[in-house]
């Protein structure tokens, strides 16, 4: 299995491709010859960069601070600490576990390594999967960027309760394996950060605090340009499509009360997007979609998309990795169907 | 590739996404890609971006040339930390902001824009904290967004109906009007454009046909009330079309 750390050869090709189409798309829509020839050419880019450029300004603040973040729970917080924090007991683990992402504010890629470090270090399976489930949306910068986006209200407290209540309930399903090791892969991964050697777990490189703001930063520059390629690609998408696609097209799949659960399901696995930013992404779609589509977005995106996935199964065994999709997808769904139900 | 010209190039783009954002806010253009309550983020924004790409260019200048081959024992050293680079490939794809940016003269949203994002004429009414404001204020001040909030409130008819409005909005030649009609329209957003919607009021104006679209104008007339395509639109008998600028601040906010 590759590994995070570089992107396979036949995905990586597509990005390019679609970074070159886009670019090329760009460059000739701003000669006059192709503008007299394709009039609404030069207005559709037009509309694409406005909407892109929007999305981007709009998530940046976010990202950074969501990769700050990040970086800081790995250069300065010890891992022993956490383990004497959390109980063993499946439920209240669980209920932990899910909690933690409010102290440990990690993006849905961080979450990933970060939760292999410390299933290392002894952290209960219950407590883990919980943690892997929630963190990418119970931490403070995801709740400020879902609460800019739709408000202090229903919205906001939907995408917490129910993302919270999935984690827990996943978590207490895992809680009859044992121990981390059977769920897990034994091969490593290579990462920004290299794992610690044992030697360096007994006694870790003693830094300063220059030092490690230092460390926090770069890590932080690192995971900046690894979850903006994500923010870009779905920028973009969005951007495309809300220039391209009248809206009528989408009028009658944005209406359907399961129907659209699905498609919004779908998107964000397909966008790909940072939990941190994918609430201003989804905003565009606001006036099409049905609410239980929006919400299903915004809970089932952080917890399964395509980059998730391809690091849950560089992690995780693949039978794990089934069920880390299935049960989220299932709760996911029937939470944005029902709620369309109720309000209809 | 080596630590040190990955670190350059890594704070470059820093740097260049920084400078980019500096220049928006510096032309006031920010405005047109996002709400100004974001100002403030905007800007925090940009002190992290050069903040990060000044850290991470002194530190891709304290590594070694040469990529390092063992654990280093100097933890200031993080060579160790990055023995494997990915390839600049994967740099190139957050450059696309600062390229789109560059490359296609900068607009906030236009007339043509309508097509794909719609017209909203179901504008959510005021709040209750803010209806005084709207429904007091005096006729020739409120903006198209007002009117359609005053549309849609339940409020009688009779009281705002003939009423003198005084709006301005770009022109929008919408397929299903009949001749001697355009729409003078404005875009409200939330957040940024990409939940914008555009709200629009029918205007009943002989000339409209040599009216470009996305001309702004100032249109005053009595308004009323009209249905179109299945819609309750309002509707302004125009006495008076002139041609005006754009505004500073080019969208409504809800």
Known sequence: ?344 | MAERTYRTIQSAILFGLGVFLISKIASGRLIWYIHPRFIPLTILAVVVLLFVGWTVLKEGFKAKRAPATEVSQNPDDLDDEHENHPSAWRLAAVTLPLVVGVLIPAHPLTASAIQSKGINSTVPIATASSSPLTFGQSADTRNILEWEDLFNSGTDPTSFLGQEANVIGFVYHDPHLKTGQFMVGRFALVCCPADAFAVVMVVNWPGSASLPTNQWVKVKGPVQSTVLNGQTLSSIQATSVELVDPPADTYLYP
């Open chain 1, 1 to 344: 299995m590759q590994t995070s750390g570089h992107a396979q050869p036949r995905s990586r090709m597509w990005i390019i491709a679609i970074w070159l189409g886009v670019l090329l798309i760009i460059l000739v829509s701003q000669f006059p010859r192709i503008q007299q020839i394709l009039p609404t050419l030069g207005s559709k880019v037009s509309t694409f960069a406005t909407v892109f450029l929007g999305i981007f300004i709009e998530a940046i603040p976010f990202l950074l601070l969501g990769t700050l973040g990040s970086g800081f729970v790995e250069a300065f917080l010890d891992q022993n600490q956490i383990q004497q924090l959390i109980p063993r007991r499946a439920l209240p683990g669980a209920l932990s576990g899910s909690l933690l992402g409010l102290i440990f504010p990690v993006c849905e890629c961080g979450v990933v390594p970060l939760t292999r470090r410390l299933f290392n270090k002894g952290l209960p399976v219950a407590a883990g999967i919980a943690f892997l489930m929630a963190a990418p949306v119970l931490n403070p910068i995801v709740i400020l960027a879902t609460a800019s986006a739709f408000g202090w209200g229903w919205m906001l407290a939907g995408r917490v309760g129910l993302s919270m209540l999935i984690a827990v309930t996943t978590g207490l399903l895992f809680s009859v394996v044992k121990r981390p090791a059977e769920i897990m892969r034994m091969a490593g991964i290579k990462t920004n950060s290299r794992m610690p050697t044992s030697e360096e777990q007994i006694s870790p490189p003693r830094r300063s605090f220059r030092q490690k703001f230092n460390r926090m930063t770069v890590i932080a520059a690192d995971e900046f340009f690894e979850m903006g390629r994500f923010l870009i690609l779905g920028a973009t998408l969005a951007a495309v499509m809300q220039a391209l696609l009248p809206q009528q097209a989408l009028l009658q799949i944005g209406r359907g009360p399961v129907i659209s659960v699905l498609v919004m399901m779908a998107l964000a696995v397909v966008l790909s997007i940072c939990s941190t930013v994918d609430a201003f992404v989804v905003l565009g779609f606001v006036s099409i979609f049905s609410p239980g589509a929006i919400l299903a977005f915004l809970i089932f995106g952080p917890m399964v998309d395509i980059k998730t996935t391809l690091m849950y199964l560089s992690v995780f065994k693949k039978r794990t990795v089934v069920y880390l999709i299935l049960l989220p997808f299932l709760m996911s769904f029937l939470a944005g169907v029902l709620i369309n139900l109720v309000i209809a």
